[in-house]
């Protein structure tokens, strides 16, 4: 079975930083994309970035400039710094990767449990 184990979500103040992270264990032949998503308050799970295995990035554009992923393959991690953190960034963020377990590189899709982030004064 493959986990995803994330960490880092906290309460903080607009202007403040954290640093998610994500650590993929298990059965892993290799693993493709990576992304981190989030759901607030009465709203529907969004994607907010996402990373390919060869360091390709995509960012929705309410976090442009602020937020910023990385991935350490060596360690099967991915993160996210969040920096100038808005209370509409208040969501739970969850970690998504595209795994295969197989050298036929069948790709499935594996979430984290999630770790909230909240953002006020």
């Known amino acids: 079975q493959v986990q995803l184990v994330e960490s880092g979500g906290d309460s903080v103040q607009p202007g403040g930083s954290l640093r998610l992270s994500c650590a993929a264990s298990?059965?892993?032949?290799?693993?493709?994309?990576m992304g981190w998503y989030r759901q607030a308050p009465g709203k529907q799970r969004e994607l907010v970035a996402r990373i390919t295995s060869g360091g390709s990035t995509t960012y929705v554009d309410p976090v442009k400039g602020r937020f910023t992923i990385s991935r350490d393959n060596a360690k099967n991690t991915v993160y996210l710094q969040m920096n100038n953190l808005k209370p509409e960034d208040t969501a739970v963020y969850y970690c998504?990767?595209?795994?295969?377990?197989?050298?036929?590189?069948?790709?499935?899709?594996?979430w984290g449990q999630g770790t909230l982030v909240t953002v006020s004064p």
């Open positions: 998504k990767a595209d795994v295969s377990i197989s050298v036929s590189l069948r790709y499935f899709e594996v």
């Open positions: 298990g059965r892993i032949f290799t693993i493709n994309d």
